[in-house]
């Protein structure tokens, strides 16, 4: 069964030019959520999706964004990038509404974001 | 202002013996609280968690404390081997919400032969 597939896994922009991250959860799955890794920071909660619904953010200026599909496959969108955005950005999902920490929770590889 | 801090950036241990993983939180409503592994080039994986209605949890090799007064828990890997090597998460939450948890920065675990 695959797991949690993200795509790119590495990808290059430059400031102020927006970034499309893609995330298919494992299938079953309706929850999908997405964190930020920064250098230092560990890991930071972005976004949860479930049913296509956003249920909540963290703490981000709005120019992160995101939706989740009827496929229950989501994106995740950067815009104005600036340079601090560069982090590797991790997507997980689980069975359905709950933490993402419970033992059904998976991640994927994650999405190496470098903006120069 | 971090709620969940892992203050050893770095841990090296002898195969066989014990590895000990700290993690301190300051918010005294988390009331569950996961442990997650973290490979080179791989996502975190859940490896254990444990409420606050118990003092510890084992799973195999891996047992986590949790003293609740001092608002510190730790991991324990006995006896530790060369695959444990990698990055480890510490992360809290509330288990009545179905929202975002915290994550700690995380220690690297370093396994010597």
């Known amino acids: 069964e695959a797991g949690v597939t993200q795509s790119p896994t590495h990808l290059i922009k430059t400031r102020g030019q927006q970034a499309t991250l893609r995330c298919s959860p494992i299938s079953g799955h309706t929850s999908v959520y997405w964190y930020q890794q920064a250098l230092g920071l560990g890991l930071q909660f972005l976004l949860w999706y479930d049913e296509g619904e956003e249920r909540n953010r963290g703490n981000f200026p709005p120019r992160f964004s995101g939706r989740q599909f009827p496929n229950y496959s989501s994106e995740l969108n950067v815009n104005a990038l600036e340079l601090e955005d560069s982090a590797l950005y991790l997507c997980?999902?689980?069975?359905?509404?709950?933490?993402?920490?419970?033992?059904?929770?998976?991640f994927g590889q994650g999405t190496r974001l470098t903006v120069v | 202002d971090q709620q969940v801090k892992q203050n050893s950036p770095s841990l090296s241990v002898q195969e066989g013996r014990i590895s000990i993983l700290n993690c301190d939180y300051t918010n005294s409503m988390f009331d569950y609280f996961l442990w997650y592994k973290k490979y080179p080039a791989e996502g975190p994986t859940f490896l254990i968690s444990i409420s606050s209605i118990k003092d510890k949890n084992e799973d195999g090799r891996f047992t986590v404390f949790l003293n609740k007064s001092a608002k510190h828990l730790s991991l324990h890997i006995v006896p530790s081997q060369p695959g444990d090597s990698a990055v480890y998460f510490c992360a809290a939450g509330e288990m009545n919400r179905d929202d975002k948890i915290i994550f700690g920065k995380g220690t690297r675990l370093h396994i010597l032969p």
């Open positions: 997980a999902s689980s069975p359905g509404r709950g933490t993402p920490g419970n033992t059904e929770a998976f």
